[in-house]
């Protein structure tokens, strides 16, 4: 074979080692894709969903720990009471907290005289020269009582024509047995402390009432009636909102007829002002929709006169963009966590380098944020301009060139190329202080939900979703306002009852509520 045989043939070996090189690669990309989702499957489904570890997760594994340094304590302080007792020595005193419990709780006192204050010498009754407080916490638990309403008659005796009596006041439940505040707590029983109805009928038996799951969910019904005016009226308070903050999550609904369950969702609107220390009230409402399509919020979010929509990047919320609006075009702005999770998987998973360097440049400007949250808009938009506009100019040249090296089937080049497509809405964040990075406002409202879905497995019925999605609402603005909810659900409904005129509503909206509570979150 002559010498040009020989170079055409190792020619076409080389074609063909580099075509098998190339199929190689593609079959290990694959391969790479597939471990990437059967790890992001075994994450989801057995992991933590958050890629940040929450304090109280954290601190799960610790409780039983400190259970066990409880015991040692407890016997270590006997033991050191033994030793002292035998020394003759006196007793140290333990450290008093007063002044640590709430003011406004109420105090019990107990007076613990001796046994005597007669004089060891004789002479008589010792005065009183000072004394020694302690405050403890103690709880009384759940106590149910009857409320006995009585409405004497009057008549006149002389002329035995004229009797009086007071009207009978209106109630929820007419002639039935709960009172409003009642029927406030099972509300905030179930959607805010997600206690399903049949959970709270155990708790009722416990006290000797048989009251069944219907009953109540009857009871919350007709309180659902009366408190239809207050979310109107804080829908219109959103619809004037600059800024709002939207997402869903999934409502299990019972099919009629059926038993299975069917996916409807819970899309919740959010405006928040206090990160930019703005005068709006926080609110947040639930809106139920059969799917998940652009048609529910194309409607939801009719007659909403607000500029920002901050949201994820589901396609559905493009359509947003092409309304047509006296205020002019929805503009999107897009989340910075959502891109910090995806990168957050390729560095579980991969440990790649490049998710590294992106997850240390998105906290530094989280770190711009932490400086300025809480200030003025102005103060906000100048210091991201100064600090956080020089990481946005270098993050994007940097993520193209890091594009250009890396296999483009590979996860992590489809995780830049959606940081690079939603860019615009990604960075609109430094033109306006209002705006914030994230959609954070909003996915916290969203959790209460979905552990109330854990618990209550699926609504019953299209028309119970949407009273879920009602009285959710309520509970969650109260706890944005630091409000009780228990007190405010009930003094609302007392006021409606009475006659509350309808051109004051304001003054029933939740952040006007007076009694606040510092437990509320």
């Known amino acids: 074979m002559d010498a040009d045989a020989l170079n055409r043939e190792n020619a076409h070996l080389k074609a063909r080692l580099a075509e ?71 007793t140290r005193k333990p450290k008093r907290n007063r002044g640590h419990l709430p003011a406004h709780l109420p105090r019990i006192e107990r007076v613990i005289d001796p046994e005597s204050i007669q004089c060891p010498c004789g002479c008589g009754e010792m005065a009183r020269i000072g004394e020694d407080i302690s405050e403890r916490l103690d709880v009384i638990p759940a106590q149910f009582h009857v409320l006995v309403t009585r409405r004497p008659r009057y008549a006149c005796r002389r002329c035995s024509q004229a009797v009086v009596q007071a009207h009978a006041p209106e109630h929820v439940v007419p002639g039935g047995l709960p009172t409003e505040r009642l029927i406030a707590w099972i509300i905030v029983s179930k959607f805010g402390d997600h206690l399903p109805f049949y959970r709270q009928s155990g708790v009722f038996e416990r006290q000797g009432l048989h009251l069944d799951r219907g009953t109540l969910g009857n009871w919350v019904g007709r309180a659902c009636f009366h408190l239809m005016p207050v979310i109107d009226h804080m829908r219109a308070h959103l619809r004037g909102a600059e800024r709002i903050f939207v997402d869903e999550t999934r409502a299990p609904v019972l099919e009629p007829g059926r038993k299975t369950t069917k996916s409807g969702f819970f899309w919740a609107v959010v405006a928040d002002d206090r990160g930019h220390g703005g005068a ?18 194309l409607k939801f979010l009719g007659g909403y006169r607000g500029r920002f929509l901050q949201c994820d990047a589901y396609q559905s919320y493009n359509a947003m963009t092409q309304i047509a609006r006296d205020s002019g075009p929805w503009q999107l702005v897009y989340c910075w966590t959502h891109v910090r999770r995806r ?30 949250r809480g200030k003025d808009a ?18 994007k040249p940097w993520l193209e060139a890091q594009l250009s090296r890396i296999p483009q089937k590979s996860q992590l080049a489809e995780d830049i190329r959606y940081t690079l497509a939603h860019w615009p809405g990604l960075i609109r964040f430094l033109e306006d202080g209002t705006l914030e990075l994230d959609t954070n406002p909003v996915e916290n409202q969203i959790r209460p939900i979905a552990l109330t879905r854990k618990n209550a497995l699926f609504a019953g019925n299209e028309v119970g979703a949407e009273n879920w999605a009602m009285l959710a609402s309520l509970v969650a603005t109260c706890k944005m306002s630091s409000v009780n ?13 009475d006659g509350h005129p309808k051109s004051r509503i304001e003054d029933l909206m939740p952040w006007q509520h007076t009694q606040t509570s510092s437990l509320a979150a």
């Open 20 to 90: 098998v090189e190339a199929v190689l690669a593609e079959v290990q990309e694959a391969n790479r894709r597939l471990e990437d989702i059967l790890r992001t499957s075994q994450r989801e489904k057995f992991g933590k969903r958050s890629e940040k570890l929450s304090p109280d997760q954290f601190n799960l594994p610790l409780e039983d720990a400190e259970l066990a340094q409880g015991v040692l304590a407890a016997a270590q302080e006997k033991a050191e009471a033994a030793l002292q007792r035998a020394r003759g020595e006196a």
């Open 378 to 395: 102005d103060v906000r938009r100048a210091a991201r301009r100064e600090y956080a506009a020089p990481i946005i100019a270098a993050l």
């Open 343 to 372: 990168f957050v998987k390729r560095f579980e998973n991969e440990g790649s380098p490049i998710a590294e360097e992106m997850l240390r440049q998105i906290a530094a400007l989280y770190g711009v944020e932490k400086t300025v």
């Open 485 to 497: 909810p228990v007190d405010y659900i009930a003094d609302t409904l007392r006021a409606i009852l």
């Open 280 to 297: 709006g009230p926080p609110i947040v409402l639930f809106h139920y929709a059969p799917g998940r399509g652009k048609e529910h919020p």
